[in-house]
């Protein structure tokens, strides 16, 4: 099973700075199989990102996928008051999904 | 629009079971892949199951493999999991989730919390 660890564990930024949330893989993902999502405080996820780079219906440009093998990278050019929350990686492989334990974005 | 909603949480007692139920609408229901995702109490997501738009192939998380049945009925746009022999970590939100691509979840339900206690 591919393991995904995301860092840092908590980011603490102010609003109209950038995010660089990291995402690495135990073993190489292809590019296709990893996505992003947003959680708020007690909602569902939302998919930010597939395909590592392609953004999702309805996704502001300020979110941007990249990477590629091990290591990937989900960026908040500018960050908003609604996009402090927790942000998950996830990949697919050998019939199994597995998700990144998230990525905290707090108010600093 | 797509609209996911979960059903048939609550509290159950060790060794107990439980069927969730998913009613989807807003899109073709039998176009697209159907999985179950959960998240326990201040956790993380974790993938429990995924069904093919035609029920055809079908795949479990090792942790409920064997006492969790995925299934769905396209003639009623729904989706289901029976969940047997029902385990105090089994506890957690459980979501549907669907897309038009297998590799990622493109909708979320608003999940269904499952409670496993004595």
């Known amino acids: 099973e591919i393991v995904l660890t995301q860092s840092p564990g908590t980011l603490s930024l102010s609003p109209g700075e950038r995010a660089t949330l990291s995402c690495r893989a135990s073993?190489?993902?292809?590019?296709?199989?990893l996505a992003w999502y947003q959680q708020k405080p007690g909602q569902a996820p939302r998919l930010l990102i597939y395909?590592?780079?392609s953004r999702a219906t309805g996704i502001p440009d300020r979110f941007s996928g990249s990477g590629s093998g091990t290591d990937f990278t989900l960026t908040i050019s500018r960050l908003e008051p609604e996009d402090f929350a927790v942000y998950y990686c996830?990949?697919?492989?050998?019939?199994?999904?597995?998700f990144g334990q998230g990525t905290k974005v707090e108010i600093k | 629009q797509v609209q996911l909603v979960e059903s048939g949480g609550g509290l159950v007692k060790p060794g107990g079971s439980l069927r969730l139920s998913c009613a989807a609408s807003?899109?073709?229901?039998?176009?697209?892949?159907m999985s179950w995702i959960r998240q326990a109490p201040g956790k993380g997501l974790e993938w429990v199951s995924y069904?093919?738009?035609?029920?055809?192939?079908?795949y479990y998380a090792d942790s409920v493999k064997g006492r969790f049945t995925i299934s769905r009925d396209n003639a009623k746009n729904s989706l289901y999991l029976q969940m047997n022999s029902l385990r105090a970590e089994d506890t957690a939100v459980y979501y549907c989730?669907?897309?038009?691509?297998?590799?990622?979840?493109?909708?979320w339900g608003q999940g269904t919390l499952v409670t496993v206690s004595s």
């Open positions: 989730a669907s897309s038009i691509a297998a590799v990622y979840f493109q909708h």
């Open positions: 807003g899109f073709t229901f039998s176009d697209y892949y």
């Open positions: 069904i093919s738009s035609s029920g055809s192939t079908i």
């Open positions: 073993q190489s993902v292809s590019s296709s199989y």
């Open positions: 395909g590592a780079s």
């Open positions: 996830q990949q697919y492989g050998s019939s199994s999904w597995t």
